[in-house]
Structure formats: structure tokens, C-alpha cells
């Protein structure tokens, strides 16, 4: 599967963003979804994922609350809306696939990544 994330930019501290990652290339429904980030000098976190059916979702603690996750199987779409984003939530963002049937927080259960979309927030 092919992945395409999109809806990067600069906001300013307290502003939202959305994201998106647009599958494409095999079935998007048989696939759990997740985002991950990486900051300059640091290393890929985890930030959400979401099971193939939507019906799981799971978070990491430093994004609970603000950010939620979604996907539209109809579109092959997995969207990660962002709230109150904060200057440390600046980082380049990628989506990934994984095959089965939970939401996986960790990076080795995904086999395929996108590109990165760079999201930076202002003070």
C-alpha cells in the first residue's frame, strides 16, 4: 500500500491542523492505521493509531486530549485532527499501515510508511 500524508504547516501555539494520509495501491480497510512524528534530533514517537474497523484507537499520553484519529474506509483515508497544539508538537509527521486487527502504537508493527508531512507551531 502507497501512502501520501498531507495537511502540514505553521500554526500558531493554541491553533489546530489536520492531517491526512491517502492510501492507495490495496484494500485501505484491511489495514490498522497509525501517525507517528519526529522532532529535529530526536527520534520516531508514537502519536495515534487506529484499528482497521475505527472501532479501537489508542494514544500516546503527551497528545491525549488534543488530537484524535480517524479514518474513512469509503475514501482510504486516515485523518489525525490536532487541538491546542503546543510548540513541542512541531516534529514531521508520517502515517503508516499495519496488517491485523489492533492499534498498534509501536513502530515495528508497520510495514509501510508515507512520506512525512512537516507541522511546526509558533510561540
Known amino acids: 500500500v502507497q501512502l501520501q500524508a498531507s495537511g502540514g504547516g505553521l500554526v500558531q501555539a493554541g491553533g489546530s491542523l489536520r492531517l491526512s494520509c491517502a492510501a492507495s495501491?490495496?484494500?485501505?480497510?484491511?489495514?490498522?492505521m497509525g501517525w507517528f512524528r519526529q522532532a529535529p534530533g530526536k527520534e520516531r514517537e508514537f502519536v495515534a493509531a487506529?484499528?482497521?474497523?475505527?472501532?479501537?484507537?489508542t494514544y500516546a499520553n503527551s497528545v491525549k486530549g488534543r488530537f484524535t484519529i480517524s479514518r474513512e474506509n469509503a475514501k482510504n483515508t486516515v485523518y489525525l485532527q490536532m487541538n491546542s497544539l503546543k510548540p513541542e508538537d512541531t516534529a514531521v509527521y508520517y502515517c503508516?499501515?499495519?496488517?491485523?486487527?489492533?492499534?498498534?502504537?509501536?513502530?515495528?508493527?508497520?510495514?509501510?510508511w508515507g512520506q512525512g508531512t512537516l507541522v511546526t507551531v509558533s510561540s
Open positions: 487506529i484499528s482497521r474497523s475505527g472501532i479501537s484507537t
Open positions: 495501491g490495496r484494500t485501505f480497510s484491511y489495514y490498522a
Open positions: 503508516a499501515a499495519a496488517g491485523g486487527l489492533g492499534a498498534y502504537a509501536i513502530g515495528s508493527e508497520y510495514g509501510y
